[in-house]
């Protein structure tokens, strides 16, 4: 086993969270896309449901909700990663629609939102979870047994700890940013 595959940061994590950081930011730009070309009234109600998910709200319901959803690639790791895609489409989809409702620009409200805490926050624990599935597939699919027993065994625990982490701060920060 080379060395490189026994550190966390190995080069072939990074390299797949290189490509998870550019298929998210890919597929947030399609459903921004879309969205942004939807009809009106479609945007006005997307405004109107996240405003009442907004209240209702609370501290665990924002973290399970973005563990779940980021965890899920780490999981399942073939069917995780199209999940975690449709997932971030979705998301570029109502990003697209809000801007719209709101004549804003979708582009200056997708970057305020991802380099908000928040965005970072949720967005590093996605990107980390997608390149830790990315990986684990790469050593499936190159039949490496041995690389692959070792991620699971040594690092893959370290990214979903790092992820509830970051999640959990994210939650208590987005918690507070709602109820101000």
Known sequence: MTETKTKYFSHDFKLCTALAVA???FMLSLGIYRGNNMPLSMANETAQDIQRLAQEATI?????NNFVLCTLPVFIPGFGIVWELFVEYNTGLVFGLVARAYNASASQLTIATL???VGILEYSSYFLTLGE??????????KNGIAL????????????LLSAILLLIGAVVEY???SA
């Not at 599935?133 to 190159?142: A, E, F, N, P, V």
């Not at 027993?149 to 979903?160: A, F, V």
Request: glycine fraction near 0%; include cysteine.
């Open 133 to 142: 599935s990315l990986t684990l597939c790469y050593y499936m699919t190159q």
């Open 115 to 117: 380099f908000s805490p």
């Open 176 to 178: 507070a940013n709602l």
């Open 60 to 64: 665990s319901s924002i973290f399970f």
């Open 149 to 160: 027993k070792d991620r699971i065994k040594k690092h893959s625990w370290k990214t979903l």
């Open 23 to 25: 298929c998210i930011i």
